[in-house]
């Protein structure tokens, strides 16, 4: 009796996608919910970087002279470069979704590859940074910073300079969960997990690669380029 | 059997939008958020006095935007999504002006 039932249930039901979870009723809604889903997260992504912009922006009103000497301090051409390093990755990220809703398996591993090269590149770049900042005492608690220029000032190049390895330090972290989630996504892409059907998960990567570019968009402006009020430091 | 078409019927509600961008709009995008780069390094460079920062903040929202409506496809989502993007953004202009209400008026004197 229940072997008959359960011969009926199953014959109403067609064989799934392998990847459909049986909560959702078909491949549609369940990209929907995912999409929505990661949306819900980057609005808390949003809010998290938000804070830091915002505790930021304060300190730029108070000290705007100094904002504008530390900035200048930077090395903005490095910034301009990973600005563009990080907008290319941040197409082929995109073409990698395309490539997944067309069924190019190459296609997609080939541009899920570059996005993981160009945001290496980006990594390596902020390394460069980094360590040209430690060399040259540019941190905060650095005995060895002062600025000969302007002596009173030095205190609030440092808290700047906090900001400045708050904010890139952040970032660089999202950056580098997002290599990792791509070395995975890479492997999946290769065995053919994605297709027409079933490409949310590029997508939702996509989503994730994306914002953070987003915040470097403004990161770049906020931290390389401040000009100065009196106009004697380019 | 009634049951079964109620199902199909769902299910076509449900089905994946399927729009694939095509390459020119992402070259396109992509081409655009290049340009504002060059905008953002070359406006910074000359002194527009007040309006320096406005034109900074204001070429890194139209690069933002360019990316959450293209490369994130927000633009071909559900309303549903819509809101939940609109609503995020809404909530960091709450905690600014929030915040600056305060520490921008500190130095105000009532008296």
Redesign the interface.
């Known amino acids: 009796m229940s072997d008959t039932t359960l011969h009926a249930h199953a014959d109403e039901h067609p064989p799934h996608h392998p990847f459909l979870q049986h909560h959702f009723e078909d491949l549609g809604q369940q990209h929907e919910a995912s999409t929505l889903g990661m949306w819900m997260f980057l609005t808390t992504e949003i809010l998290f970087f938000g804070g830091v912009l915002c505790a930021y922006w304060i300190y730029r009103v108070m000290y705007p002279a100094a904002w504008a000497e530390a900035a200048s301090l930077q090395n903005w051409q490095m910034g301009a470069i990973n600005t563009i390093v990080l907008i290319i990755s941040s197409l082929t990220m995109a073409l990698a979704v395309r490539a997944s809703q067309l069924g190019q398996r190459m296609g997609t591993v080939v541009m899920l590859v570059l996005t993981l090269l160009f945001g290496g590149i980006f990594l390596g770049v902020k390394g460069y940074e980094y360590s040209v900042h430690f060399h040259e005492g540019l941190f905060p608690g650095a005995q060895t910073f002062t600025w000969h220029e302007n002596p009173a000032l030095a205190p609030q190049v440092q808290l700047f300079m906090a900001f400045y390895f708050t904010m890139t330090g952040l970032h660089a972290i999202h950056m580098v969960i997002g290599a990792g989630l791509l070395l995975w996504f890479i492997r999946r892409a290769w065995r053919g997990d994605f297709g027409p059907e079933y490409y949310a998960p590029v997508e939702i990567m996509g989503l994730y690669w994306h914002f953070v570019d987003i915040v470097w968009i403004f990161l770049f402006p906020f931290l390389y380029l401040i000009h100065s009020a009196g106009g004697h430091h380019g | 059997m009634a049951d ?1 078409s109620v ?1 199909e019927h ?2 076509s509600d ?5 729009h ?2 095509p ?1 020119w709009q ?2 396109l ?2 081409f655009a ?2 340009v504002g ?1 060059v905008l ?2 070359v406006a ?5 006095g007040m309006w ?2 406005p034109i ?2 204001f ?2 929202t139209v ?2 935007t360019l ?2 409506l ?4 927000v633009i071909h ?2 309303r ?2 819509w809101v ?2 609109i ?3 809404l ?2 202009g709450v ?2 002006v929030l ?2 209400a305060d ?2 008026t500190r130095s105000w004197s009532l008296y």
């Open positions: 079964i199902t769902h299910h449900h089905a994946p939008t399927h694939v961008t390459l992402y070259l995008v992509f958020l290049a780069t953002t390094v910074s460079r000359f002194d527009l320096n920062t900074a903040l070429i890194a690069k933002a990316v959450i293209f490369f994130m496809h989502s559900t549903l999504t939940v993007v609503g995020s953004f909530w960091l905690l600014f915040t600056f520490y921008l």
